[in-house]
Every structure is written in structure tokens, then in C-alpha cells.
């Protein structure tokens, strides 16, 4: 059998149907308790992405990224929420610079991709308005939230914690990273999956 570049997916012929692959996104983002110091907006600090294979079920890479923000800084309140500190940031890369990421080595221009609640949505487009930065994603969006509650007939739509309680599934890492809330997000998408209510590609 011929040799293979590491990172990439054997030939369908060798392992069977190609991976279905589903980017799970979550973002944190400058915050405060009450409102923002005049002129500071919310600004993404950190993008938290982890890829799905819906086919075979399986969470099978996991990415995190550092923004740095333009037009805010990190509170107290955000470092004891996040853990993400000012000096951290700094270290991360431009939102621009996080959006080309996004597009050019994680496919998000391209492939359907799922949050938790429409919050990540609405904030990358709004920064990406802003910012006159090009939108990185698809527009092949689900959020994540509607499926389990249907799936599991909850009256009320549950956050990431509390979903997770209701499938049985432990909360791994820290609750409010974003790297570690999207690995915890894609475990719920797969319990939807196996109880086969995770709608098709929108």
C-alpha cells in the first residue's frame, strides 16, 4: 500500500465511506461585569474548534486560537469567566489574521459547521461587519441547541453544562475555554447523532 502524508485521510478504498467531517465552533469574547469602558466593544479573543466525523463517529481534531483584540481589553471579570489573560491575548493573532486561519486550514469556507446557540454566529458577523473582514464560514450553520432539545422533548432550550448532565456526558476541561467547550459541544452533537436526530447538512 502506498504511503501516506500524515494528517490526511486514507483513500476511501482503503478504510471505507469518506469521513463526513462537521466544524464545531466556540468563541470567547471580551466582556464585563455590567457595561463595556466607553469606546471598548466585544471583541473575540479566542476560537475554540474541534472537527467532527459524523460517520464514524468520532471527535478527530482538536484547534484553538488566540485573537488579539483591537478595540478592548481583558477585564477581571473576563480572566475569572475564561481564564484568558491580557498577556495571553497579546500573543494571539490579528481577528483578520484568525479569519484567514480559519478559511485556509480548516476548511470553514467549505464545510458545514455547528455552535452551541447562535451567540457565535451572530458575533463573528457582526465583527466581521465591522472590521470590513471577509466572513470565514460556510452558511451552512446549525445550532447545535435546537436538535438536542427536540431530541431529548425539553421545554426549555438547556446551556452547554446542563445539556451535558441530561446526556450523561462529563463536562471535560474548563467550562468557558473555548477550545474545551467546543470538544464538549462536539460530544453532544454525537449523542444527537446516535440518536439519529442530528438534522442533515442545512
Not at 39 to 56: F, N, P
Not at 146 to 156: E, I, N, Q, V
Not at 168 to 181: F, M, Y
Request: hydrophobic residues 35%; contains cysteine; aromatic residues 6%.
Amino acid at each position: 500500500m502506498p504511503a501516506r502524508v500524515p494528517g490526511t485521510y486514507p483513500h476511501p478504498m482503503e478504510t471505507g465511506p469518506e469521513p463526513e467531517l462537521l466544524n464545531v465552533i466556540d468563541i470567547e469574547a471580551t466582556c464585563w461585569d455590567g457595561q463595556p469602558p466607553p469606546g471598548a466593544v466585544s471583541e473575540i479573543i479566542e476560537i475554540g474548534l474541534t472537527v467532527v466525523d459524523l460517520r464514524s463517529a468520532e471527535r478527530v481534531a482538536r484547534h484553538r486560537i488566540l485573537v488579539r483584540p483591537a478595540r478592548s481589553t481583558v477585564s477581571a471579570f473576563c480572566t475569572e469567566l475564561t481564564g484568558l489573560t491580557q498577556a495571553e491575548v497579546d500573543t494571539g493573532v490579528s481577528f483578520a489574521e484568525a479569519c484567514r486561519l480559519l478559511a485556509s486550514e480548516h476548511e470553514s469556507g467549505t464545510r458545514p459547521w455547528a455552535s452551541w446557540g447562535d451567540y457565535d454566529r451572530n458575533q463573528f458577523t457582526r465583527q466581521c461587519r465591522t472590521t470590513k473582514t471577509r466572513y470565514p464560514f460556510s452558511h451552512r450553520h446549525t445550532n447545535a441547541k435546537l436538535p438536542f432539545t427536540s431530541s431529548y422533548g425539553l421545554r426549555k432550550r438547556p446551556g452547554m453544562a446542563q445539556a451535558l448532565k441530561v446526556a450523561g456526558l462529563p463536562l471535560e476541561g474548563r467550562h468557558h475555554s473555548g477550545a474545551d467547550d467546543a470538544w464538549n459541544i462536539a460530544a453532544l452533537i454525537l449523542d444527537v447523532a446516535a440518536r439519529d436526530a442530528w438534522p442533515d447538512t442545512p
